[in-house]
Protein backbone atom coordinates (compact mmCIF):
# COMPACT_ATOMS: atom_id res chain seq x y z
CA UNK A 1 0.00 0.00 0.00
CA UNK A 2 0.80 3.57 -0.57
CA UNK A 3 1.28 5.89 2.60
CA UNK A 4 1.75 10.04 2.46
CA UNK A 5 3.11 12.24 5.05
CA UNK A 6 3.24 16.05 4.73
CA UNK A 7 5.16 17.94 6.99
CA UNK A 8 6.25 21.67 6.81
CA UNK A 9 2.78 23.66 7.22
CA UNK A 10 2.53 26.67 9.64
CA UNK A 11 1.85 30.04 10.58
CA UNK A 12 3.72 32.61 7.92
CA UNK A 13 3.07 36.39 7.09
CA UNK A 14 1.82 38.01 3.86
CA UNK A 15 4.83 37.54 1.25
CA UNK A 16 6.44 35.16 3.61
CA UNK A 17 7.88 31.81 1.82
CA UNK A 18 7.37 28.16 3.34
CA UNK A 19 8.38 24.75 1.92
CA UNK A 20 5.79 22.04 2.19
CA UNK A 21 7.44 17.93 2.19
CA UNK A 22 5.41 15.14 1.06
CA UNK A 23 6.94 11.78 2.09
CA UNK A 24 5.87 8.40 0.37
CA UNK A 25 5.91 5.01 0.66
CA UNK A 26 5.75 2.79 -1.79
CA UNK A 27 8.08 0.72 -3.72
CA UNK A 28 7.08 2.20 -7.15
CA UNK A 29 7.41 5.70 -6.15
CA UNK A 30 9.48 6.28 -9.48
CA UNK A 31 6.15 5.54 -10.67
CA UNK A 32 3.82 7.77 -9.06
CA UNK A 33 2.72 10.90 -10.16
CA UNK A 34 2.22 13.46 -7.27
CA UNK A 35 -0.01 16.32 -6.69
CA UNK A 36 -1.21 19.19 -3.88
CA UNK A 37 -4.07 19.94 -3.40
CA UNK A 38 -5.84 22.62 -0.74
CA UNK A 39 -9.04 23.28 1.06
CA UNK A 40 -9.94 25.87 2.75
CA UNK A 41 -12.77 26.47 4.96
CA UNK A 42 -16.43 26.55 3.46
CA UNK A 43 -14.50 25.72 -0.18
CA UNK A 44 -13.90 22.10 -1.93
CA UNK A 45 -10.33 20.51 -2.28
CA UNK A 46 -8.85 22.11 -5.46
CA UNK A 47 -6.05 21.54 -7.42
CA UNK A 48 -2.62 23.28 -6.83
CA UNK A 49 0.21 21.40 -8.47
CA UNK A 50 1.21 18.22 -9.86
CA UNK A 51 4.41 16.67 -11.21
CA UNK A 52 4.34 13.36 -13.52
CA UNK A 53 6.56 10.29 -12.17
CA UNK A 54 9.55 11.38 -14.24
CA UNK A 55 9.65 14.57 -12.94
CA UNK A 56 9.89 16.57 -16.16
CA UNK A 57 5.93 17.47 -16.65
CA UNK A 58 4.95 19.56 -13.93
CA UNK A 59 1.40 21.68 -13.95
CA UNK A 60 -0.01 24.63 -11.66
CA UNK A 61 -3.24 25.90 -10.93
CA UNK A 62 -3.42 29.37 -12.44
CA UNK A 63 -3.63 31.53 -8.67
CA UNK A 64 -0.48 29.81 -7.58
CA UNK A 65 1.66 29.94 -11.18
CA UNK A 66 5.00 32.12 -11.00
CA UNK A 67 4.57 31.53 -7.01
CA UNK A 68 4.42 27.96 -6.45
CA UNK A 69 6.76 25.32 -7.56
CA UNK A 70 7.05 21.48 -7.46
CA UNK A 71 9.83 19.17 -7.50
CA UNK A 72 10.42 15.75 -6.35
CA UNK A 73 13.70 13.91 -5.24
CA UNK A 74 12.82 10.07 -5.68
CA UNK A 75 15.66 9.01 -3.56
CA UNK A 76 14.41 10.10 -0.30
CA UNK A 77 10.66 9.41 -1.69
CA UNK A 78 9.79 12.70 -1.44
CA UNK A 79 7.72 15.84 -3.19
CA UNK A 80 8.06 19.48 -2.49
CA UNK A 81 5.89 22.46 -2.77
CA UNK A 82 7.84 25.89 -2.24
CA UNK A 83 5.63 28.38 -1.47
CA UNK A 84 6.34 32.27 -2.12
CA UNK A 85 4.98 35.29 -2.48
CA UNK A 86 2.10 33.75 0.20
CA UNK A 87 -1.31 35.80 0.17
CA UNK A 88 -3.87 35.21 2.61
CA UNK A 89 -5.89 33.15 0.74
CA UNK A 90 -3.29 30.91 -0.04
CA UNK A 91 -4.26 29.70 3.82
CA UNK A 92 -5.93 26.29 3.68
CA UNK A 93 -4.98 22.69 4.34
CA UNK A 94 -2.66 21.40 2.12
CA UNK A 95 -2.82 17.62 0.64
CA UNK A 96 -0.27 15.17 -1.04
CA UNK A 97 -1.75 12.31 -3.33
CA UNK A 98 -0.72 10.01 -5.23
CA UNK A 99 -1.53 9.08 -9.06
CA UNK A 100 -0.24 5.80 -9.55
CA UNK A 101 -0.82 6.14 -13.45
CA UNK A 102 2.33 8.65 -12.96
CA UNK A 103 0.84 11.37 -15.16
CA UNK A 104 0.44 14.35 -12.60
CA UNK A 105 -2.89 15.48 -13.84
CA UNK A 106 -4.95 18.09 -12.07
CA UNK A 107 -8.61 16.30 -11.34
CA UNK A 108 -8.78 15.07 -8.01
CA UNK A 109 -10.17 12.21 -8.20
CA UNK A 110 -7.51 10.54 -10.51
CA UNK A 111 -5.98 10.43 -7.47
CA UNK A 112 -5.62 6.83 -5.56
CA UNK A 113 -3.90 7.70 -1.75
CA UNK A 114 -4.02 11.01 -0.16
CA UNK A 115 -2.40 11.89 3.12
CA UNK A 116 -3.45 13.94 6.38
CA UNK A 117 -3.15 17.43 5.62
CA UNK A 118 -0.63 20.57 7.05
CA UNK A 119 -2.03 23.68 7.76
CA UNK A 120 -0.72 26.65 6.15
CA UNK A 121 -1.78 30.11 7.84
CA UNK A 122 -1.08 33.19 6.04
CA UNK A 123 -1.49 36.49 8.11
CA UNK A 124 -2.18 39.79 6.24
Known amino acids: QVQLVESGGGLVQAGGSLRLSCVVSGRSFVDFGVGWFRQAPNKEREFVAAIAWNGGRTNYADSVKGRFTISRENTKNTVYLQMNSLKPEDTAIYYC?????????????????WGQGTQVTVSS
Open 97 to 113: AVDRLGLGVSQKNRYDY
